[in-house]
């Protein structure tokens, strides 16, 4: 167990619809990371926060947006659905350093 | 670009071999280097990483990597492979600096015959 929670673990939706997906960090660890892993594209980064702040953008889609909440927390959400967008979602954080801890993902099934 | 290569999809070894997968990456400088291990329906472990100082770095579960500068190579080993390895492994960078994203390769699958 890495410490770093998402949820939820699965979600099946259709085309057109809007979801937002969450993830609590590591106790104390002020980074969070999302990632989509694709069997098409890998693992690929989509967006960094830190403290509260974007720190930096990877191939994330415009219909795509993401925050981070004052108790670190940080939510996902993919608007405009489309059948591409299914995929993994991975979170992870990290205090200090690029030691990044993963959580469990949240599958997105787009119908 | 930076860009990380795993040139094997698949390898299959039998239990108690010894096992090498391979990964080269393609940088400016070194970068940070990690190796992960991601089991069926579950998120991605750490399995060890290099930093800087000895090039050869020890893991959990047994394992090593080998970092060579000169190959810009970050290969993982481990002397006797169990079942319980069988798992996606992938290779991954990250600029020096604090709070880089990670840069994957596409991941080798481990089949482990008994």
Known sequence: DSGVTQTPKHLITATGQRVTLRCSPRSGDLSVYWYQQSLDQGLQFLIQYYNGEERAKGNILERFSAQQFPDLHSELNLSSLELGDSALYFCASSLQGNEQFFGPGTRLTVL | ?114
């Open chain 2, 1 to 114: 670009a930076q860009s990380v290569t795993q040139p094997d999809i698949h390898i299959t070894v039998s239990e108690g071999a010894s096992l090498e997968l391979r990964c080269n990456y393609s940088y400016g400088a070194t970068p940070y280097l990690f190796w992960y291990v991601q089991s069926p329906g579950q998120g991605l472990q750490l399995l060890l990483k290099y930093f800087s100082g000895d090039t050869l770095v020890q893991g959990i579960k047994g394992f090593e990597a080998e970092f060579k500068r000169s190959q810009s190579s970050f290969n993982l080993r481990k002397p006797s492979v169990h079942w319980s390895d069988a798992a996606e492994y992938f290779c991954a960078v990250a600029p020096r600096g604090y709070g880089n994203k990670l840069v994957f390769g596409a991941g080798t699958i481990l089949r482990v015959k008994s």
